[in-house]
């Protein structure tokens, strides 16, 4: 299948605000479903305590999540969100004036952050399939990259790059080039797609793998993220780590969320499926979709985010009209479906 993805990344911190509230806003791949109330029982706990300042730096986080991926706690690095984390990355591990590689288009955040820590960004389209091109990519690794992004699955496309690629990219890139996996949307991924990240960092001293609270776990608006890696390179990382930083919330928020995986996990199977009905029916409509394996799909367009918009759905949208939504709502993926089975190509 051939899938012509256009960039729509505009290094711009503006955020677009539009008048009408729309009916179903899909624009942020945001997990659907509403913190667990144990989750939200351990989160109001924390909050009877708000005077109290959380740890210095935190400590009890990071050996939490650490215990829960398999690593020790020096192997951890916490920030507000994985976009946090990601800035951190940026400002300890590049310099001003040098190349950061990333797939074009992206996550929105890796422009923006190029931007912030002054480096040069070199976008490298997405290959036919809508994925990334990891051969364009390795050749444009040069003197004068500081960081290497990818992201598995991708961001817009949903797309997983195949396991044996992947670690033929990662012994090619040049050792001294740190690469960060992005991972956000790793908890969607099937068993058949799932790789070791520790035999990856054990094997790669210049990997770092980025993760966040804020899609399974449905926590956004805690701002939760975490990297881990070699101690070397998180010890470098955690340089820059903010005094006060995390919220005693996320500490709260991690154990529950842990304490409650079968919960979630169903939560994200259902996701899984609706997004899998959704883009089915899609594409007996004629819509060329790439193979999500997150919790969005892309629709390219044109005039897809138009079509959605005047049935009151707001999505994420690329200059050749293209969109992406975020899925698992029953309610708003029936209603996608309705707008464009008018729309249909
Ligand atoms: N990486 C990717 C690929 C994303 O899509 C996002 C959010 N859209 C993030 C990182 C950042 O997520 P957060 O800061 O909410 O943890």
Redesign the pocket.
Same mark, same amino acid.
């Given at each position: 299948m051939s899938v012509r993805v256009v960039d729509g990344t505009r290094p711009s911190r503006r955020h677009q605000v539009s008048r009408v509230p729309p009916r179903f806003d899909l624009t %942020? /791949?945001e997990n659907p479903f509403p913190p667990l109330p144990s989750v939200l029982r351990a989160v109001h706990m924390t909050l009877a305590q708000a005077n109290r300042y959380p740890e210095f730096l935190p400590r009890r986080l990071p050996s939490l999540i650490a215990g829960h991926v398999g690593v020790r706690a020096d192997q951890v690095v916490v920030g507000?969100? #994985? &976009?946090?984390? #990601?800035l951190q990355i940026l400002q300890t591990l590049t310099t001003p004036g040098k190349e950061i590689v990333y797939s074009a288009p &992206?996550?929105?955040?890796y422009p923006i952050m190029a931007e912030m820590a002054g480096l040069e960004a070199v976008p490298v389209p997405l290959n036919a399939a809508g994925d990334q091109d990891l051969r364009a990519m390795r050749h444009a690794v040069d003197r004068r990259t500081a960081l290497v992004v990818v992201?598995r699955?991708?961001?817009p496309t949903g797309t997983v790059l195949p396991a044996d690629e992947l670690k033929a990219f990662l012994s090619d890139v040049p050792a001294r080039v740190p690469v960060l996996l992005?991972e956000?949307?790793v908890e969607f991924l099937g068993a058949a797609e799932y790789i070791d990240p520790l035999a990856l960092i054990a094997k790669h001293p210049n990997l770092l793998v %980025?993760r &966040?609270? /804020?899609?399974a776990y449905g926590l #956004?608006g805690l701002?939760?993220?975490y990297a881990f890696g070699r101690p070397e390179l998180i010890a470098h990382v955690s340089k820059l780590q903010l005094p006060f930083g995390m919220s005693a919330a996320a500490v709260a928020a991690v154990a529950a969320s842990y304490a409650a995986e079968p919960e979630l996990a169903a939560r994200t199977f259902r996701i899984t499926e609706e997004r899998d009905a959704l883009r089915a029916a899609l594409m007996a409509r004629g819509f060329a979709i790439p193979e999500s394996r #997150?919790n969005f799909l892309y629709i390219p367009g044109p005039g897809t985010v138009t079509a959605l918009r005047r049935a009151g759905i707001a999505a994420k949208s690329y200059p050749d009209g293209s969109a992406r939504i975020a899925v698992g709502d029953p309610s708003a993926d029936h209603a996608v479906l309705q707008a464009l089975s008018t729309h249909a190509r």
């Amino acid at each position: 299948m051939s899938v012509r993805v256009v960039d729509g990344t505009r290094p711009s911190r503006r955020h677009q605000v539009s008048r009408v509230p729309p009916r179903f806003d899909l624009t %942020l /791949s945001e997990n659907p479903f509403p913190p667990l109330p144990s989750v939200l029982r351990a989160v109001h706990m924390t909050l009877a305590q708000a005077n109290r300042y959380p740890e210095f730096l935190p400590r009890r986080l990071p050996s939490l999540i650490a215990g829960h991926v398999g690593v020790r706690a020096d192997q951890v690095v916490v920030g507000s969100g #994985a &976009t946090g984390v #990601a800035l951190q990355i940026l400002q300890t591990l590049t310099t001003p004036g040098k190349e950061i590689v990333y797939s074009a288009p &992206t996550f929105d955040g890796y422009p923006i952050m190029a931007e912030m820590a002054g480096l040069e960004a070199v976008p490298v389209p997405l290959n036919a399939a809508g994925d990334q091109d990891l051969r364009a990519m390795r050749h444009a690794v040069d003197r004068r990259t500081a960081l290497v992004v990818v992201c598995r699955p991708h961001n817009p496309t949903g797309t997983v790059l195949p396991a044996d690629e992947l670690k033929a990219f990662l012994s090619d890139v040049p050792a001294r080039v740190p690469v960060l996996l992005d991972e956000a949307y790793v908890e969607f991924l099937g068993a058949a797609e799932y790789i070791d990240p520790l035999a990856l960092i054990a094997k790669h001293p210049n990997l770092l793998v %980025l993760r &966040t609270f /804020s899609k399974a776990y449905g926590l #956004a608006g805690l701002r939760i993220g975490y990297a881990f890696g070699r101690p070397e390179l998180i010890a470098h990382v955690s340089k820059l780590q903010l005094p006060f930083g995390m919220s005693a919330a996320a500490v709260a928020a991690v154990a529950a969320s842990y304490a409650a995986e079968p919960e979630l996990a169903a939560r994200t199977f259902r996701i899984t499926e609706e997004r899998d009905a959704l883009r089915a029916a899609l594409m007996a409509r004629g819509f060329a979709i790439p193979e999500s394996r #997150a919790n969005f799909l892309y629709i390219p367009g044109p005039g897809t985010v138009t079509a959605l918009r005047r049935a009151g759905i707001a999505a994420k949208s690329y200059p050749d009209g293209s969109a992406r939504i975020a899925v698992g709502d029953p309610s708003a993926d029936h209603a996608v479906l309705q707008a464009l089975s008018t729309h249909a190509r």
